[in-house]
C-alpha cells in the first residue's frame, strides 16, 4: 500500500504560564535596536524564553497507508488536536518531519468564515473555498450540499437569520462534501438533532468506506471500533500504544478502570487464594472474546486448608465499574490442593471494550480471598449497535430485522369510518 | 514545507522551517479563487450591512475636499498649481483614500482572521491581498465622481491618463508594502491596532494631499519622495491635471523606497506566519 502519512519524531513545543500573552512592543523595539539583525530571527522563533515551553507533542512516529482509517484517542489535552493542526499545516511542528502525500482536508471546526450576512448559498461558496474547493467544484455539488443540509427554502436568506441548528448543518454539509486524497475529521462535526447526527455519522461512514485516508479524533469508542483499523492512543504529547484497534481501545478504556476500582484487596486470610484466569479450553492464557457463541472462564484457585461449607461469588464490570452479572454458590467443599473454577456461559453478548471479572472465596464464617482478574478481559466481537456510544447500550446483540407490511393483522382498521380512509393518506404527506 | 509533484498527488512535507523560506508565490496562484472570493465577501458585506451603502464611498472623499478646500484653499489660500483647488485636492485624495483603507484593514487583517487562521491553512498572504483588493471598489466609484467634477470645471484629462492603471498599481502595492509588516506584527503586538489609525493620519500630513509639492524647499524633494505616497500624489495630478512636468525623479525614488518596504515585508510576514496560529 503507498504511504499516505509519515512521521517521523514529530514534535511541538509552546509557551505556557501567566507570562503576557502577546509580547511586550518595547521589549523588543529595544532588541531590534540593540542589535537589530536578530529581529527576523526573533520574531520567527516566537520571542520568548526556553524555561516556559512544555512539549504539546514529543516524538511522534508513525505511518498512514492510503485508504486506512486511523483513529485518534487519547484525554483532553493529550496532543490529539496539535497533531491535526500540524498535519493540516495550520501550524509548524517544532521538531521532527511529516510528509503527506495528497491533499488534505481537515474538518477541524465547521462553519469558519460564514457571515451572518451574506445568504447560505453565499456562504456556501465563501466556506468552500477556505476549506479549499474549487469553485466549479461547489458549483457541481451545490445542490447535493443544500439537499444534505436540508435548508433548500432558505438558501438565499442571509444566515443570520437561520437557527443555530440550521447554521451548524449548513455548514457541516460544505464540510461534508470535500473530496480530499485524506481527510483529517474531530468528533465534534456531529452536530445538530439526533436525526441529522445519525446523517453526520452515517456520511462518515460513507467516506471511510469508500477507499478514502481518514484520520478520526473521537471520544466514542464505539465509532472508532467500528470505522478504524488501527488506533493510536495519545497521552500527554506521547505515543502510548499504536496497533490494531480493537486492542488500543480496550487498552485505552482499562486505562480508566485502573484507577476506577482495583483498590478492593483487603482483609485476605491464609488459606486459599486465585491466582490466574483464562478464556478458553485452558490450552494457553487467552483474554480475548471474539464469538458470540459459547464462552469458558477458567480461574485457578490453590486452596492451602481445607474450606467446608464456603461460598463462592463471582462477578464481571464493565470499564466504568458497573456490575455486568453477578452469582454466588453456596456450601462449597473444597480439599487442600490446585483447583480450577470453570464457568460455562453459552452467550456473552456485551458490547466491546474491556471487563474485569472479580472473583471471591469464603469460608463459613470469613472472608478469605479475591481477586480482580488481571489482565482484564477485551470483547473484541464486531460492534452491532448504534455508531453513538450512549445509544448503543450495553450488550452487543447479533439480531435481524424485518420490517413489513401488516395489512392482514392491522387490528383497529375494520373500526374506522370508511370516509376518513382515502384523507389519511394525503395528510401523511404533507 | 515544499510541495512537488509525484505521480498525481502532491506531497507535503511538514518540518520545523530553516532560515530563509521561498516567497511561496506559485502556491498563491493555486489559491487564487478564494483570494476572489474573500474580496467579494467584504464588498458584499460592506454595502450590505451599511444603510448609506455604496453612497460611502462618495460621501467621505467628497466631504474631506469640501473640508480642504475651505480651510487650505478659501483661509490659507495654498497654491494649487493653477487648478482649481477642489480638484486638485480631489486628484490627491484619490490615491490617498484607497492606500489609507488599504493600509487599515490590511493591518487588521490577519488578527481579524484569526478563528479562521487556527481551522484552516491557507498562504496567510492572501488575507493582506484580499483587504488591499477590497480597496479598488470603492477607488472605482470615487474615481467616477472625479471625472463628474473635471467636467463640471471644464478640465480636460491629459493624453498621460492611460498611465493611471500604472499609479493605482503602485497606490495598492504600497499600501500593501506597509500592510504585510503591520499585520504580521500585530499578531504579536496588539499595539498596531491603535497605532494605525495615528500612523495615517500623521501620513496624510506628510503627503502633499492637502497641499501642493511646490512648496517644499527643492533641495528637501529628494528626502521627501522617500515617502512613496508623495510620488503617487504627484502621478495621479501630472496624469490628470497635467500639472507641472513630468512627475519622474519623485516617482523614482517612491518606487525604489515601495520595492524595498515590499520586499522586506513579504520575507518578515512569510518568516512569521509559521507562528501565526499559535500566537494569535
Partial sequence: MALAIRAEGLGKRFRVGPSVPYGSLRESLTAAFTSPG??????ARGGSTRDDRIWALFDLSFEVSHGEVVGLVGRNGSGKSTLLKILSRITEPTAGWAEVHGRIGSLLEVGTGFHPELTGRENVFVNGAILGM???????????????????????????HYSSGMQMRLAFAVAAHLEPEILLVDEVLAVGDVAFQRKCLGKMDDVSRKGRTVLFVSHQMNQIRRLCGRTIWLEGGRVVRIGPTAEVASAYEASFMDT??????????????????????????CHALDTFGRVTARFTLRVDRAIHGGRHG?????AEGRVMWGSQIDDVHLEPGLHEVVYHID??????GPYRWHVSIFGPDRFINNLDCVPEMS??????GHRRDEYAGLLNLPHTVLIRRAAATNPGADDRPAAAEPAAPAAALQ | ??????????VYRLRPSRRWVSLGLGELWDYRELLYFLVWREIKVRYKQTALGVAWAVIQPVFTMIVFSL???????????????????????????LFSYALTESSNSVVTNQRVITKVYFPRLILPLASVCVGLADFLISFAVLMAMMAYFGIRPTEAAWTLPLWVLLTVLTALSVGLWLSALNVRYRDIKYAVPFLTNIWMYATPVAYSLSIIPPAWRRLYALNPMVGVVQAFRWALLGQSRSPGSAVAISAAAVLVLLMSGLVYFRRTEQTFADVV
Fill in chain 1, 38 to 43: 536578530r529581529l527576523f530571527a526573533r520574531a
Fill in chain 1, 134 to 160: 474549487r469553485r466549479a467544484e461547489i458549483v457541481r455539488r451545490f445542490d447535493e450540499i443544500v439537499a444534505f443540509a436540508e435548508v433548500q427554502r432558505f438558501i438565499d436568506t442571509p444566515v443570520k
Fill in chain 1, 260 to 285: 476506577a476500582m482495583a483498590a478492593e484487596q483487603v482483609g485476605h486470610s491464609p488459606g486459599a487464594a486465585f491466582l490466574t484466569w483464562t478464556l478458553g479450553d485452558g490450552a494457553g492464557p
Fill in chain 1, 314 to 318: 463471582i462477578a464481571l464490570y464493565d
Fill in chain 1, 347 to 352: 452467550s456473552l453478548p456485551l458490547k466491546p
Fill in chain 1, 379 to 384: 470483547v473484541i466481537t464486531t460492534p452491532l
Fill in chain 2, 1 to 10: 514545507m515544499s510541495t512537488e509533484l509525484t505521480g498525481a498527488l502532491p
Fill in chain 2, 71 to 97: 480651510i487650505f484653499g478659501r483661509l490659507a489660500h495654498l497654491p494649487s498649481d493653477g487648478a482649481p483647488y477642489p480638484v486638485f485636492t480631489f486628484a490627491a485624495l484619490l490615491p490617498w483614500q
